[in-house]
Each structure stands twice: as C-alpha cells, then as structure tokens.
C-alpha cells in the first residue's frame, strides 16, 4: 500500500529554535499535501493544505510566517516551525492525497512528536 | 462547518464485537473514513465508504453508513487484545479538499 514517511519521528529543542519536518510520498505523487496538529488527547486539527509549485493555503488562526510549509516537489512538502516556544509543542501529522487516485486517498504519515524545552 | 461526532470511550471484552458510532453534519459529504491510531503513532487508514453505499464489509470490519441521520459506525468482529486504539472516524468535505476528524473513540479490550 502507499506509504507516507515523516522525518525526524521525534525532536526536542530548545525554545527559540526552528525545526523541519519533511513528509514524503513513497510510492505515489501527492499534488496536494495537509499538515495537521494533534494535542493530547485531541483529534486532528487541519494547520495548512500545501499544494506542489504553489503557495501553501493555511487555516484560520495558524500564523504563516510561523509555519513555513515548502512544497518542492510531488513527493516531499517541508514544515518549518521557527523560533520554536513551548505552546508549539506537539505530534504534527502529514498526509498526502494520492493524484492518480483522484484524491480519494489520503495516506498519513507516522508522526513528528516534537518537544520544546 | 462539518462538525463530527464520537463517543470519547468504548470497553469491550476480548472475542466480543465492538460498535463505534459516529456522526456528522454534512450531507454532501462524500467518503468516510475510519482511521486507527495507536499510541504514539500515526494514522492507519482502516477502511472507508462512499456516501453512495449503505454498508462495506471487510474481513472483521463492517462499516455502516446510514444518510437520511448521518450515522457511520464500525463494527469490529472478535474483538482482540491488538484492536486496543483509537478509533477516529472522518468525513471528506473540508475545504481544502482535507478530512474533517471526530475526536477519536477510545477502543479498550480486556481479555
């Protein structure tokens, strides 16, 4: 089946840092890319749609000079956190829409928990 | 906007069926989901439903969708130890094209 990598799986840094999380498609082309956040105990908050070769559309209240989101290609979309505070804290969650598909399906990546001290 | 609904909690006992309900406000939407979430993991896509369909079956999974009061359920068949999750049940329709989620059911089965 497909297959949607998360990398890294789990990062801690210090406040004020910035932090990447990449989400690649395996084997499929993803036109379109959602970033979503989880708190504890949550469920899945849509945060940004990325679409390859365009500008990334975010969601009410999610600032985007915050969330830097790069769509460089059909495979891999980028989530930048920068100047990372400890209310940024949490499992941020990408899933990729199969193209070929027709958008029918949408395969999660594994997760990036990430701690700010 | 979409707004979907589950209960937080089901227990159930090993080799017993389980039933999640779900449900939703949008009529117009298309597919439904059920995901799993382990802890600390991502989401399994479970299986899904076109509006189109009243009922799919899948090995143990038996998802149910009733339009006219927007209810999707998913019945789980000699529930195991391993089904122990979260179950979240999510509609198409947000609009970006994203998945509108309910806040997830948590499935316990005691053996």
């Known amino acids: 089946g497909a297959v949607v990598s998360q990398h890294p799986s789990r990062v801690i840094c210090k406040s004020g840092t910035s932090v990447k999380i990449e989400c690649r498609s395996l084997d499929f082309q993803a036109t379109t890319m959602f970033w979503y956040r989880q708190f504890p105990k949550q469920s899945l908050m849509l945060m940004a749609t990325s679409n390859e070769g365009s500008k990334a559309t975010y969601e009410q209240g999610v600032e985007k000079d915050k969330f830097l989101i790069n769509h460089a290609s059909l495979t891999l979309s980028t989530l930048t956190v920068t100047s990372a505070h400890p209310e940024d804290s949490s499992f941020y969650i990408c899933?990729?829409?199969?193209?070929?598909?027709?958008?029918?399906?949408?395969?999660f990546g594994p997760g990036t928990r990430l701690t700010v001290l | 906007g979409e707004d979907v609904e589950q209960s937080l909690f089901l227990s159930v006992r090993e080799g017993d069926s389980s039933v999640i309900n779900c449900t939703y406000t949008?009529?117009?939407?298309?597919?439904l989901y059920w995901y799993k979430q382990e802890p600390g993991a991502g989401l399994q896509l479970l299986t899904y439903?076109?509006?189109?369909?009243d009922m799919k079956q899948d090995q143990r999974l038996t998802v149910l969708l009733n339009k006219k009061d927007k209810h999707l359920s998913l019945r789980i068949a000699d529930t195991q130890t391993g089904d122990s999750a979260i179950y979240f049940c999510?509609?198409?329709?947000?609009?970006?094209?994203?998945?509108?989620f309910g806040k997830g059911t948590k499935l316990s089965v005691k053996p």
């Open positions: 439903i076109f509006s189109n369909m």
């Open positions: 899933s990729a829409r199969d193209r070929v598909a027709g958008g029918l399906k949408q395969y």
């Open positions: 999510a509609v198409s329709g947000g609009s970006q094209g994203n998945l509108i």
């Open positions: 949008d009529s117009s939407s298309t597919y």
